[in-house]
């Protein structure tokens, strides 16, 4: 078996609980503004909606196509349009609220403090993440994950998301790190494991839902524990 000595980790829906953290978020949100009844419609519903807007100016960001300032305000603006609710202020103030609160929510992906502990004894740990420095700084720390982390490498500070072949090369740069002697653990296909896969970085794919695709990575788990048999 290939000999590592560098791993780099994915951050959200790999490490840390995002589906879980931002809902819980959304809730108490959508009770501070009162969107069931500004919507009319019920929280299951609004969410449903919000998370495919949500997920598709997501691709635009990583693709270059929108902003971080546009995205923050648009994704709730998109999701309260939807129910004929057309207040840009009020979208404004809810998306600064769900950045300020959010990063604060803890839940972790189960497994990740028992695998980072089993691992920090024998490799060096890094992440990469697309997410937003002063979001995923916050969330970091109050999860209890800076201990593990030799470098964290967040998107905002280079001028490359994931997938771009670039961020991984300056994150293996600044990891003093080869991409023959590197491992790359994410949940997300495209941007995880065939970004890492286009510098020459081996791969394990977190698949938590069981997904079947016909790209192979190097790897694939159904949990975070499993790759504990792998490395």
Known sequence: MKTYRHIFFDLDRTLWDLDQNSKEVIIDLCHKYQMQQRCATDFDHFYEVYQQINHDLWEDYRNGKVEKDFLSVERFHASF?????DDRDLAASFGADYLKFSPFKNRLISGTHELLQYLSKKYKLHIITNGFDEVQTIKIRQSNLEPYFDQVIISEHTPWKKPSPEIFRYSLQQAGAKADESIMIGDDLRADIQGAAAVGMDQIWTSFDH???????????????QIKEIL
């Open 81 to 85: 349009l939807h129910f004929g609710l």
């Open 211 to 225: 997904s079947q695709v016909a790209y192979k990575p190097t790897y694939t788990v159904y949990n975070l524990l």
